[in-house]
């Protein structure tokens, strides 16, 4: 993972991004997987002046440099400072080369947040579709227009390269190459210790526009599990919201305020989460998971995961490891 110094020191703004893949990443989990990842922090190597560290954030000590981006298997730029985004100050030319170097030996490239500046600045991104926080996406389009910034969505896996939003966008993507590389169940349980969400689809929305309630409601926990016990069944509104013993119109505005999204929506990604799933750690026919998501047929299966994913079920299984 690259930490940009900058003669600046690490920001304490940027702490957050650095840590995500820390703590994915860095830490052993034999009881998932062995061998786990084997993370290490390149820096620049810059300097910063006496005292950066103390007003502005950490200074990195790292005994890994540039030179060791060749050869790792996934490269990872969490963030480059605020000035080489706001004031178009250059990133070293040195990361530059070295992210070039470490792409053309066949690493996969991942930046989360600013960090695609840097991959942009390299030309990996040129001719693709990437992301970056939306505060930021339109400095991006604008100094990099043979890029397709899509300024709405959490994370863009494009393949060999794979950028993010900011923030917590950061963790979605992270433990999106877990469950590339090691399946769901492992991403999964990962993602429990965390106490965070298992997964968030890379096109959901950055932001949802309604507002946010003040706590968490509680209320409908209970018939959102009943509902995730059954998606194999035909499920409406009308059931949820009698399970819930609420009107239809209320559950509605529930589960609206609480999730930011409809009850149609709601159960269609639980199926398609399930679906995904069920692709990933089993061999089962998509005729019969689609049975038991409660997506349907295999072609309303195939329809969805085009429209919603990006890809059929057949190339999204053969992205993923099966488990035994």
Same mark, same amino acid.
């Given at each position: 993972?690259?930490?940009?110094?900058?003669?600046?020191?690490?920001p304490?703004w940027?702490?957050?991004?650095?840590?995500?893949?820390?703590?994915?990443?860095?830490?052993?989990?034999p009881d998932?997987?062995d061998?786990?990842?084997?993370?290490?922090?390149?820096?620049?190597?810059?300097?910063?002046?006496?005292?950066?560290?103390?007003?502005?954030?950490?200074?990195?000590?790292t005994?890994?440099?540039?030179?060791?981006?060749?050869?790792?298997d996934?490269?990872i730029?969490?963030?480059?400072?605020?000035?080489?985004?706001?004031?178009?100050?250059?990133?070293?030319?040195?990361?530059?080369?070295? #992210?070039r170097? +470490?792409?053309d $030996? &066949?690493?996969?490239?991942? /930046?989360?947040? !600013?960090?695609?500046?840097a *991959?942009?600045? %390299?030309?990996?991104l040129?001719?693709?579709?990437?992301?970056?926080?939306?505060?930021?996406t339109?400095?991006?389009?604008?100094?990099?227009?043979?890029?397709?910034?899509?300024?709405?969505?959490?994370?863009?896996?494009?393949?060999?390269?794979l950028?993010s939003?900011?923030?917590?966008?950061?963790?979605?993507?992270?433990?999106?190459?877990?469950?590339?590389?090691?399946?769901?169940?492992?991403?999964?349980q990962?993602?429990?210790?965390m106490?965070?969400?298992?997964?968030?689809?890379?096109?959901?929305?950055q932001?949802?526009?309604?507002?946010?309630?003040?706590?968490?409601d509680?209320?409908?926990?209970?018939?959102?599990?009943?509902a995730?016990?059954?998606?194999d069944?035909? #499920?409406?509104? +009308?059931d949820? $919201? &009698?399970?819930a013993?609420? /009107?239809?119109? !209320?559950?509605?505005?529930? *589960?609206?305020? %609480?999730?930011?999204?409809?009850?149609?929506?709601?159960?269609?990604?639980?199926?398609?989460?399930?679906?995904?799933?069920?692709?990933?750690?089993?061999?089962?026919?998509?005729?019969?998971?689609?049975?038991?998501?409660?997506?349907?047929?295999a072609?309303?299966?195939?329809?969805?995961?085009?429209?919603?994913?990006?890809?059929?079920?057949s190339d999204y299984?053969?992205?993923?490891?099966?488990?035994?």
């Amino acid at each position: 993972m690259v930490v940009t110094e900058e003669m600046i020191g690490v920001p304490s703004w940027d702490l957050y991004e650095l840590s995500i893949p820390c703590t994915v990443f860095g830490k052993p989990q034999p009881d998932l997987a062995d061998p786990w990842y084997d993370l290490r922090l390149c820096g620049t190597g810059e300097r910063a002046p006496d005292g950066t560290a103390a007003n502005t954030g950490l200074v990195l000590r790292t005994p890994y440099g540039l030179d060791d981006l060749v050869g790792a298997d996934t490269v990872i730029v969490p963030s480059v400072p605020d000035a080489c985004v706001d004031e178009g100050q250059p990133l070293p030319p040195e990361l530059i080369t070295a #992210l070039r170097r +470490a792409y053309d $030996a &066949g690493a996969r490239m991942v /930046s989360l947040c !600013t960090g695609a500046f840097a *991959l942009a600045e %390299a030309g990996l991104l040129d001719g693709r579709r990437a992301t970056a926080h939306w505060m930021h996406t339109a400095q991006l389009a604008e100094r990099y227009p043979k890029v397709q910034v899509d300024a709405s969505v959490l994370y863009v896996d494009d393949g060999d390269v794979l950028t993010s939003a900011g923030l917590t966008a950061g963790l979605d993507l992270c433990l999106h190459l877990v469950r590339r590389d090691l399946g769901a169940h492992v991403a999964n349980q990962l993602a429990r210790r965390m106490v965070v969400p298992a997964h968030r689809p890379g096109g959901q929305a950055q932001f949802i526009e309604s507002s946010v309630p003040a706590r968490d409601d509680e209320g409908l926990a209970p018939v959102l599990d009943w509902a995730r016990a059954r998606l194999d069944r035909p #499920l409406t509104i +009308a059931d949820l $919201a &009698g399970r819930a013993a609420m /009107s239809p119109r !209320t559950f509605y505005r529930r *589960l609206q305020a %609480a999730t930011g999204t409809t009850p149609l929506r709601w159960l269609l990604e639980q199926r398609l989460a399930l679906a995904r799933e069920l692709l990933e750690s089993t061999d089962l026919p998509v005729e019969k998971i689609g049975e038991l998501s409660g997506l349907g047929t295999a072609n309303n299966v195939r329809h969805h995961f085009l429209k919603h994913i990006g890809v059929s079920p057949s190339d999204y299984r053969r992205a993923f490891p099966t488990a035994p």
